[in-house]
């Protein structure tokens, strides 16, 4: 199976050389580009990709505000809907504030832009699988600014999340935390002296409980619940 993405970033050479990177590979297919948030969503009113890569600092309609509509308009929440792009957002900086708001939009994960070619393949096939992408390293920094005392996030926020962690059972509050830290799978299994397949039910029963796509949207309510910090 081909893997369609597509590219949205104001800036010619950076579209051109993850153009020829993902292009490299033979279950990848980059099936167009944008130059802002605007021209995106134009075209994507007809065109259907599995992966979208976009840039979050944008003149004009911007990466957050983008992700926010194109999620929206693909009912990436509701059942009956068509199903929705996996938004991968892109910074030059780890520690944006601008990428967490696209993560709270819904986007699946965040790249920097001077990744390793390897890590924006496989950052597309991760998402693509229907998981996220969730780098330890970045990940921390960029959602510092979440938890009890972040002035971005609302007291209904706040409030929303503590009810939803507080529907995990003893054990799936554990694996929550050990997912915000950055964990794997593999090395939950390990900390928790359980099997691999059990994790993965844990992380299943989570995301239902939460009602989150995937760990970025997870690790966002663990932070803003109170449950993780940086």
């Known amino acids: 199976m081909t893997i369609k993405v597509f590219l949205v970033d104001d800036q010619p050479l950076i579209r051109s050389g993850i153009r020829?990177?993902?292009s490299s590979q033979s279950d990848i297919a980059v099936i167009g580009e944008a130059i802002d948030g605007a021209d995106a969503l134009r075209q994507l009113s007809h065109l259907r990709p599995d992966v979208v890569?976009?840039?979050v600092r944008m003149p004009g309609v911007d990466g957050i505000e983008a992700t926010e509509?194109?999620?929206r308009k693909t009912g990436a929440n509701q059942d009956n809907a068509e199903?929705?792009?996996r938004v991968i957002v892109l910074t030059t900086f780890d520690?944006?504030?601008n990428a967490l708001a696209a993560l709270r939009a819904g986007a699946s994960g965040f790249l920097l832009k001077t990744a390793q070619p390897e890590a924006i393949i496989e950052a597309v096939r991760v998402v693509h699988r229907g998981d996220a992408v969730i780098a330890p390293s970045t990940t921390r920094r960029l959602l510092q600014h979440l938890g009890p005392s972040d002035r971005s996030t609302t007291s209904n926020q706040r409030e929303k999340a503590r009810r939803l962690v507080a529907s995990l059972?003893?054990?799936?509050t554990e694996v929550l935390t050990l997912i915000a830290s950055g964990r794997t799978n593999p090395e939950i299994a390990e900390t928790l002296f359980v099997t691999n397949a059990t994790v993965k039910t844990h992380v299943g029963n989570i995301l239902d409980k939460l009602g989150s796509r995937d760990r970025v949207q997870a690790v966002i309510t663990a932070y803003e619940a109170g449950l993780a910090s940086s």
């Open 20 to 22: 020829m990177v993902l």
């Open 53 to 55: 890569l976009m840039d």
């Open 69 to 71: 509509r194109l999620l």
């Open 83 to 85: 199903p929705a792009a």
């Open 95 to 97: 520690t944006d504030e």
């Open 169 to 172: 059972t003893a054990r799936e």
